[in-house]
């Protein structure tokens, strides 16, 4: 299992935005941190459960 990849951060233009411009990249912006913590979320779990499955006691 490698490094979860995450989504670059939103690009915002060079200019004045409106709100509803802002609260579109906003959005877009926490889908992407969302998508990467869940990733990230993931690896974790999946060495939290090898070590476990490496580190008990056969049966």
């Known amino acids: 299992m490698c490094k979860p990849t995450c989504p670059d951060g939103v690009l915002v233009p ?3 935005i409106d709100q509803a411009e802002t609260e ?3 959005i877009r912006d926490r889908a ?3 998508t990467c913590r ?3 979320n993931a690896t974790v779990k999946f060495y939290e459960n090898l070590r ?3 580190s008990s006691p056969e049966k």
């Open 24 to 26: 579109t990249y906003w």
């Open 14 to 16: 060079d200019r004045d």
């Open 38 to 40: 869940n990733a990230f």
């Open 52 to 54: 476990t499955e490496l």
């Open 32 to 34: 992407g941190l969302r």
